[in-house]
């Protein structure tokens, strides 16, 4: 079973639309949750954390355990956020190691 | 600062060939990984080395081995390649194994077999 899915590999949106990255996950515990991005020609990084609570370029993402859940999302899409995006978790039971959705291509178009 | 340097960038390889995939970080970290990245898959954890000296198996381990040479280097080791292995190959260390420590990437390594 997929440990961390989602769902859209391809989200087109026009500049100044919302944006919404959908991740869901399968833990019946307390996992800690992260979005990495890849931007064309750059090396995958870190954008943000559960446990940090922190907004990264307009982005943020609120853990819903009731869900399970941890959409991304952005008020208005900028062209450049056009990337890569991977969820991840990392939990106890996964021996705290990260373990990836398949990733969504966020496309902007102007 | 270079942060995690993978070598080389691209390969090709014929069935059976072997290679060694090169990573090193200047950032000190203790903990060192190497993930696959396939279509549909996203990454996914070959092996992983919490700390120097010590090496464990991540979820696709099958036909690879690795070497944690030092504090800095962690290289990744294809015996005998198969098509199957055909992937992007991508390095990562973390400050410690501790799950809320972001991990820093490398740029990866495009790695076709024929």
């Known amino acids: 079973a997929q440990r961390v899915t989602q769902p859209e590999k391809l989200l087109s949106v026009f500049k100044g639309a919302p944006v919404e990255l959908k991740c869901n996950y399968s833990y019946s515990g307390s996992p800690e949750l992260f979005w990495y991005v890849q931007y064309s020609r750059q090396r995958l990084q870190l954008l943000l954390r559960h446990i940090s609570r922190e907004s990264i370029k307009g982005f943020t993402a609120d853990l819903n355990k009731g869900e399970t859940s941890f959409h991304l999302k952005k008020p208005f899409a900028q062209e450049e956020d056009s990337a890569m995006y991977y969820c991840a978790l990392s939990a106890t039971e996964y021996g705290n190691k990260l373990v990836f959705g398949a990733g969504t291509i966020l496309r902007v178009k102007s | 600062n270079a942060g995690v340097t993978q070598t080389p960038k691209f390969q090709v390889l014929k069935t059976g060939q072997s290679m060694t995939l090169q990573c090193a970080q200047d950032?000190?970290?203790?903990?060192m990984y190497w993930y696959r990245q396939d279509p549909g898959m996203g990454l996914r954890l070959i092996y992983y080395?919490?700390?120097?000296?010590?090496?464990d198996k991540g979820e696709v381990p099958n036909g690879y081995n690795v070497s944690r040479l030092n504090k800095r280097e962690f290289s990744l080791r294809l015996e005998s390649a198969a098509p199957s292995q055909t992937s992007v190959y991508f390095c990562?260390?973390?400050?410690?194994?501790?799950?809320?420590?972001?991990?820093?990437f490398g740029d990866g390594t495009r790695l076709s077999i024929l």
């Open positions: 080395s919490a700390s120097e000296g010590t090496t």
């Open positions: 990562a260390s973390s400050l410690t194994g501790e799950n809320i420590q972001p991990q820093h």
């Open positions: 950032m000190n970290h203790n903990s």
